[in-house]
Each structure stands twice: as structure tokens, then as C-alpha cells.
């Protein structure tokens, strides 16, 4: 009996403890749901015209960094690799990918043309980049065109000389040199120190003129438990910045989207401390949602799923590019709950 009273008495403090570290939920800002943006890199940029083709009508706009068009992969890791990040088995088939399209649309999978004409989006592409190639930016770029209802007004495309792949950023005295990789090799953490306020510049095409960046208080950036949108290849934690004065509602967002080799685990806070996204929230009212994805065996890099490795295994077409995908409805689930009104 005293070994069963203390075998209880552990496992209280064990749970006590347990309670103590847990991380705090994802809050509820009551954010502006017609001011919502998404901007992704590598995996993260397929995964955000994912979002933003499955739920046109809940974007504002979209931004993609070193990716190529919508659904390019098709629900295959051989032609992930060989037809949208190499262009071994010639460039992707466009006109294929718009049936694709109109299927998932007739079925309910995914938003509506005129939403989805409705966007604005932003396509950068580094034209050193030797992990994605950059024609398959060019590639989105026209897909983008064929969809949207004004392209000369809607849609940015820039190619940045020099510059490999990653999300480039200007460096400054208060980065870290280890937390920086070089401008056109890339590698290590993927923030490119190229002298470029990507950011800023997307930032400012999605939702028209920003207000100068400034410097954020460490303090707003929250490290909250990923577990209630618990998804195959998410990790336990994710990271979201509240501006001051955005605890009370009222302000915009922006879901921010690591690329491969650039979650918690493999770079720790380099890409949610140091994209420059978080300098123009603050000074602009807007508030940054760092979802993190994890490493797997099937997943080794910590890639977002663009290729269809978190949907079931005996799917022939897995559906992780729609409505469907278990990631894209565990991210929408994160928005929905910041979009939420705080508790009294």
C-alpha cells in the first residue's frame, strides 16, 4: 500500500510538472479577416498558394518565395523532385495543372474562380537558386496570370540576380553571423544576407503602403503549443507575434512559412526572429503567424507538404492540396482561432 501511495504521489508531481512547461495556447486577437496574407519559401511557398487556392476567399494575397506553380508535384515525390525543383522531366504542364484546377473546383476541394481572381500576389525568385530551379518561378508567375482577373495590377514578379536560394534579408549588426548563410550559395539557415528587404517589399504590394519598419520587443513574440492542431508532420510548437495593441483586436495577418531545413529544430528562432517580417508588423499592425512543420522518415528535412507525404498511405491522389489536405486544415484551423475574439 505505501508503494501504490507513493507510485500515486509521483505521478501528481510527475503531471504537476508536466502542467508547469506546457506551452501556452495560440490566443485569440479577433485579427481582420479581410486582411490576411500568406507568404511562403521552397515547401513554405507551395504550401502557401496550397492555402491560398484552397481558400481564395479568406486571403488577401499571397507571396511566394522559391517555388514553383500550384500543385505542381501532383501527389508524387519522383516528380516533386524531377519537375518542380528540377526541370529533369521538362517543365511543368501548366495546361494539366489547370484541369487539375477545374476538377478539385467542380468538386468543392478548393475556392471558386472569381476569388481566386481576386488575389494579389507577389512571386520573388533568386536567379542563382540550384535547389529550385528559377524558371518554375516563371512558371507560377504565368499560372498566377492565367488565374487572376488583372494581372498588370495583382501580380509582382521580381528575379533577383545573384542570389540563391532562401529568403533574403538585410543583415544587420543585431543578427548573429551564424545565423546567416551566404547570398548566392545559400545552405545553413536559409536566410540569405543579400541586402534585400523581401519582406518589406511583399508586405507593401499585398496590402498597399506600409508605415516604416520598427524595431519589436522580444516580448512579443509568443511560443504557443501546436497540439491542438495536432496534423501528420507538424511540430510541437509553433511561434506568433502580437504586435503591441493587437491583443485587443482590429489588426491584419500574415502567415509566415519556413522552407525545408529552416523549422524550430534544424535553424532554432533564425527564421521567426530574423525574416524581417516581424520589424514591419510591428510597425504596421499586423500580426505573424510562424506555423512549424517537423522532420520525419518520410519527411526528412522538415519540409511542408507539397507533395502529398501527410495524407494516407493507399491514397492514389492524395488531396493534401485542397480543402482536404490535413495540413492545410490544421493552418486554417490556427487562423480561425486568431481570428477569434479574446476571452473575457
Known amino acids: 500500500m505505501k508503494a501504490l501511495t507513493l507510485l500515486a504521489v509521483g505521478l501528481l508531481?510527475?503531471?504537476?510538472a508536466q502542467a508547469e512547461t506546457r506551452l501556452p495556447e495560440l490566443p485569440r486577437l479577433a485579427v481582420e479577416p479581410n486582411a490576411t496574407s500568406?507568404?511562403?519559401v521552397s515547401s513554405g511557398g507551395y504550401m502557401a498558394t496550397q492555402l491560398a487556392v484552397a481558400w481564395p476567399e479568406r486571403f488577401q494575397g499571397v507571396a511566394v518565395l522559391a517555388a514553383g506553380p500550384w500543385s505542381c508535384a501532383q501527389g508524387g515525390l519522383g516528380q516533386a523532385?524531377?519537375?518542380?525543383?528540377?526541370?529533369?522531366?521538362?517543365p511543368p504542364d501548366l495546361a494539366g495543372l489547370d484541369v487539375r484546377l477545374r476538377d478539385y473546383q467542380a468538386r468543392g476541394l478548393v475556392g471558386g474562380s472569381?476569388?481566386?481572381?481576386?488575389?494579389?500576389?507577389?512571386v520573388w525568385h533568386g536567379d542563382e537558386d540550384s535547389v529550385v530551379d528559377p524558371s518554375l518561378?516563371?512558371?507560377?508567375?504565368?499560372?498566377?496570370?492565367?488565374?487572376?482577373?488583372?494581372?498588370?495590377?495583382?501580380?509582382?514578379?521580381?528575379?533577383?540576380?545573384?542570389?540563391?536560394?532562401?529568403w533574403p534579408i538585410e543583415a544587420d549588426e543585431r543578427i548573429p553571423p551564424s545565423q546567416l548563410a551566404q547570398c548566392r550559395i545559400g545552405g545553413g539557415t536559409h536566410m540569405l544576407a543579400c541586402g534585400l528587404d523581401i519582406a518589406g517589399e511583399a508586405l507593401d504590394w499585398l496590402h498597399g503602403p506600409q508605415e516604416p519598419a520598427q524595431a519589436m520587443s522580444s516580448t512579443q513574440l509568443l511560443r504557443f503549443d501546436q497540439a491542438p492542431f495536432d496534423a501528420r508532420g507538424l511540430g510541437d510548437a509553433g511561434y506568433v507575434l502580437v504586435p503591441e495593441g493587437c491583443e485587443a483586436g482590429g489588426c491584419g495577418l500574415t502567415v509566415a512559412l519556413h522552407g525545408c531545413s529552416m523549422t524550430e529544430e534544424q535553424i532554432d528562432e533564425a527564421f521567426v526572429r530574423?525574416?524581417?517580417?516581424?520589424?514591419w508588423a510591428a510597425a504596421n499592425r499586423r500580426v505573424v503567424l510562424y506555423p512549424q512543420a517537423t522532420s520525419s522518415l518520410a519527411n526528412p528535412q522538415g519540409c511542408w507538404?507539397?507533395?502529398?507525404?501527410?495524407?494516407?498511405?493507399?491514397?492514389?491522389?492524395?488531396?493534401?492540396?485542397?480543402r482536404?489536405?490535413?495540413?492545410?486544415?490544421?493552418?486554417?484551423?490556427?487562423?480561425?482561432?486568431?481570428?477569434?475574439?479574446?476571452?473575457?
Request: hydrophobic share 45%; proline share 4%; aromatic share 6%.
Open 13 to 16: 508531481l510527475s503531471h504537476g
Open 38 to 40: 500568406v507568404i511562403g
Open 81 to 90: 523532385l524531377g519537375q518542380c525543383m528540377a526541370t529533369r522531366r521538362g
Open 114 to 122: 472569381e476569388a481566386l481572381a481576386a488575389l494579389r500576389a507577389f
Open 137 to 166: 518561378g516563371l512558371a507560377l508567375a504565368e499560372q498566377l496570370g492565367d488565374w487572376l482577373a488583372n494581372p498588370e495590377e495583382q501580380l509582382k514578379v521580381v528575379r533577383s540576380p545573384g542570389v540563391g536560394h532562401g
Open 274 to 279: 530574423y525574416s524581417g517580417l516581424n520589424e
Open 305 to 322: 507538404d507539397w507533395w502529398g507525404f501527410a495524407e494516407s498511405t493507399w491514397q492514389l491522389d492524395p488531396l493534401h492540396d485542397t
Open 324 to 344: 482536404e489536405g490535413v495540413q492545410v486544415q490544421a493552418l486554417m484551423a490556427m487562423i480561425e482561432r486568431l481570428e477569434e475574439a479574446p476571452e473575457e
